[in-house]
């Protein structure tokens, strides 16, 4: 098992006008796992998402992560960590499904896809930053609306983003949308030079905005090219690691269960199993459940 992958980041984690582009993802263990559970069912994946990358991952020359800083990652920087989390303790090839969209049909399509594939086109695999430094948090760009070239000042979306869009999409997805769209954009000015407040800009700038932000941080929206088997209707599928990741780390009983499993087996204490690697300690597992 590969530990301390090194994973090349596009936007990076700014402080103090420095920007830091490189981490380190380690091998999870079972104390990774336990603070999942405590979050419990009810957190969002996003939420689950910024406690795993916070305790597992580190940024170089910056050091350990707190929540916070996890949440101040652009969406895609968080996924290139989820995708080495999971090239480092499941191995380069995951099991995926997908569900055809064609009217009438809806079938699930099985499909494998190597991680590397998981990764946005321009990178072939995950490895050191080369010294490029990602541009500041806040841009501007000029985007063509039916009233005009408007000046957009924004920056892409973060982590914090994602967690709240993940709540607000619970009742309501476009809402959830929206909300991404008002707190990423600090400012529009229109062709006359006049600021525009939230309600004349948004309906303008929704699909651009959201093409803006799928262009400069790629990572965060991979799709890929599927043909259904029965109606061979093609389509695409949105595949993200973090669900593949926490699909992996769901345990058939949960992570406390099997500390009572061990315990009882080999009468270790709790600090010492939750200190295991996750593959070793299923190895020890399924020795107990095996009789050997």
């Given at each position: 098992m590969a530990a301390?992958?090194?994973?090349?980041?596009?936007?990076?984690?700014?402080?103090?006008?420095?920007c830091f582009a490189s981490g380190r993802v380690r091998a999870l263990i079972g104390e990774d796992e336990a603070l999942?559970?405590?979050?419990?069912?009810?957190?969002?994946p996003a939420v689950r998402i910024t406690a795993l990358v916070a305790a597992a991952c580190r940024i170089d020359g910056f050091g350990n992560l707190t929540p916070n800083d996890a949440r101040l990652l652009s969406i895609g920087d968080r996924e290139r960590f989820l995708i080495a989390l999971y090239r480092a303790n499941f191995g380069e090839q995951l099991d995926a499904v997908a569900q055809c969209p064609a009217n009438a049909c809806g079938e699930t399509v099985e499909f494998e896809l190597a991680?590397?594939?998981?990764?946005?086109?321009?990178?072939?695999a995950i490895e050191p930053a080369d010294g490029a430094i990602p541009p500041p948090l806040t841009r501007e760009v000029a985007l063509d609306t039916e009233r005009g070239t408007w000046q957009v000042r924004f920056r892409v979306p973060n982590g914090s983003d994602q967690e709240l869009a993940a709540r607000a999409a619970l009742s309501d997805t476009a809402k959830a949308a929206d909300l991404v769209l008002e707190r990423c954009v600090a400012e529009v000015i229109d062709a006359n030079g006049q600021p525009l407040t939230v309600d004349d800009w948004r309906p303008q700038l929704r699909e651009p905005l959201s093409a803006t932000f799928s262009e400069l941080d790629a990572q965060a929206n991979m799709s890929y090219a599927l043909r259904c088997p029965v109606c061979d209707a093609g389509f695409a599928a949105v595949v993200d690691a973090g669900t593949f990741l926490l699909r992996e780390l769901?345990?058939?009983h949960g992570i406390f269960a099997e500390v009572d499993q061990l315990a009882r087996a080999y009468h270790w204490s709790e600090a010492e199993i939750?200190?295991?690697?996750?593959a070793r300690r299923r190895r020890y597992l399924a020795m107990v459940a095996g009789g050997g």
């Open positions: 301390d992958m090194v994973v090349r980041l596009e936007q990076g984690l700014w402080r103090d006008g420095s999942l559970a405590d979050l419990g069912l009810a957190a969002v991680t590397e594939c998981l990764l946005a086109p321009h990178e072939k769901a345990s058939r939750l200190a295991l690697p996750v």
